[in-house]
C-alpha cells in the first residue's frame, strides 16, 4: 500500500516534467529540433525539450510563415562570424560544432544536401614596385556547395569583382541564382535575363 501511495504522489511530477527556462520566442519543430530565442540570443532544443545547442548570438534567421528564426535544413544551420567588419557566413551541425567554416559572403538554407553561397578568390595581378607590395583583386562567384562546404559548380564562372572592405559591403552582396530542383538552376545574365543551368551532380 505504501508503495501505491508514493507512486501515486510521483505520478503528477512524472507526467508534467517541464523545462525551467524561460524563452522569449519558441519556433515550430523542424528536423526534430526546435529553435528557441533568449533576449538576443538563439539555441535549439531537441523533441524531448532538452537543450541540444546552448544559446548564442552567430546563428543566422531564416524567414518563415511562422517568424523569423534560425533553422536546420540537411543538418546544417547557417552561422555568421564578423571578420574586419565584413560578415561571413558558414554552417553548424546539430551538436554546435562548425562543420562549415565561415568563410562565404553570403549562403543559404541547404537543400537536397546542397547550398548556394558567395565564395570569393584572391587574385594577384602583379607588384607595385613603388609601394613594395603586391596588387590584389577579389573575385566574388556564386557557387554550389556540397554538405562539407566544398565548391561543386560555379554558376557566374566570370563572378563580379568586390571590394572587400567594411565601408564597401555594409551588408552581404545578395545571391540571385535559384535552385529549381536536384539539377536544375535558375542564373540571372549579364542582361538581366534567366537562363536556366542544368548540372549532374
Not at 517568424?67 to 551541425?93: A, H, Q
Not at 548556394?116 to 556564386?142: S, T, Y
Request: charged share 25%.
Amino acid at each position: 500500500m505504501k508503495k501505491v501511495l508514493i507512486i501515486l504522489l510521483l505520478l503528477p511530477t512524472i507526467a508534467l516534467t517541464q523545462t525551467k527556462e524561460e524563452f522569449d520566442f519558441v519556433a515550430p519543430i523542424h528536423e526534430n529540433v526546435v529553435a528557441v530565442k533568449k533576449g538576443n540570443t538563439w539555441g535549439f532544443i531537441d523533441a524531448d525539450g532538452h537543450i541540444i545547442i546552448d544559446f548564442r548570438n552567430d546563428l543566422v534567421l531564416s524567414k518563415t510563415n511562422h517568424g523569423n528564426y534560425p533553422m536546420f535544413m540537411d543538418n546544417r544551420c547557417l552561422i555568421s562570424v564578423k571578420k574586419e567588419g565584413i560578415l561571413y557566413f558558414g554552417y553548424i551541425d546539430k551538436t554546435g560544432k562548425t562543420v562549415i567554416e565561415p568563410e562565404f559572403l553570403n549562403a543559404q538554407n541547404f537543400s537536397n544536401n546542397q547550398a548556394l553561397a558567395l565564395a570569393v578568390i584572391k587574385e594577384e595581378l602583379g607588384r607595385n614596385e613603388i609601394l613594395g607590395k603586391n596588387v590584389i583583386a577579389h573575385r566574388c562567384f556564386e557557387v554550389i556547395i556540397d554538405e562539407n562546404g566544398d565548391i561543386k559548380s560555379y554558376l557566374n564562372p566570370k563572378g563580379v569583382n568586390v571590394v572587400l572592405d567594411k565601408k564597401s559591403l555594409k551588408k552581404p552582396p545578395k545571391i540571385t541564382s535559384k535552385i529549381i530542383s536536384k539539377n536544375l538552376y535558375a542564373v540571372l545574365n549579364e542582361n538581366k535575363k534567366w537562363i536556366i543551368i542544368k548540372i549532374d551532380n
